[in-house]
């Protein structure tokens, strides 16, 4: 059974820095592209970040870009996402998902496989 597990998020100040974990049993996340997704409420789910398969290829959502770092551990079929400099507007529930590509879109449909999400809020 495929099962992909966010954890990490929480409440943090504006300024503060959070790294959201997402763990993976059932499939090797080496085999995979990874995505971080995000949703707010009442907006729609924005593609935060992906990595390729081979770690080689990554991309940001340009609100992201320079604040965020996706990164892996293949030993521990880990990925995360680093997230510095944290704005109230980055509040969201963050979802982690292993697929087939990643690409400048960072588009939700090459994703199969999700988790159930990890929240963050960040105050102002």
């Known amino acids: 059974q495929v099962q992909v597990v966010e954890s990490g998020g929480g409440l943090v100040q504006a300024g503060g820095s959070l790294r959201l974990s997402c763990t993976g049993s059932?499939?090797?996340?080496?085999?995979?592209?990874m995505g971080w997704f995000r949703q707010a409420p009442g907006k729609e789910r924005e593609g935060v970040a992906c990595?390729?398969?081979?770690?080689?290829?990554?991309y940001y959502a340009d609100s992201v870009k320079g604040r965020f770092t996706i990164s892996g551990d293949n030993a521990k079929n880990t990925r995360y996402l680093q997230m510095n400099s944290l704005k109230p507007e980055d509040t969201a529930m963050y979802y982690c998902?292993?697929?087939?590509?990643?690409?400048?879109?960072?588009?939700?449909?090459?994703?199969?496989?999700w988790g159930q999400g990890t929240q963050v809020t960040v105050s102002s």
């Open positions: 998902a292993a697929g087939t590509g990643c690409n400048k879109y960072i588009a939700a449909h090459l994703y199969n496989y």
């Open positions: 990595i390729s398969w081979n770690g080689i290829t990554q």
């Open positions: 059932g499939l090797t996340f080496d085999d995979y592209a």
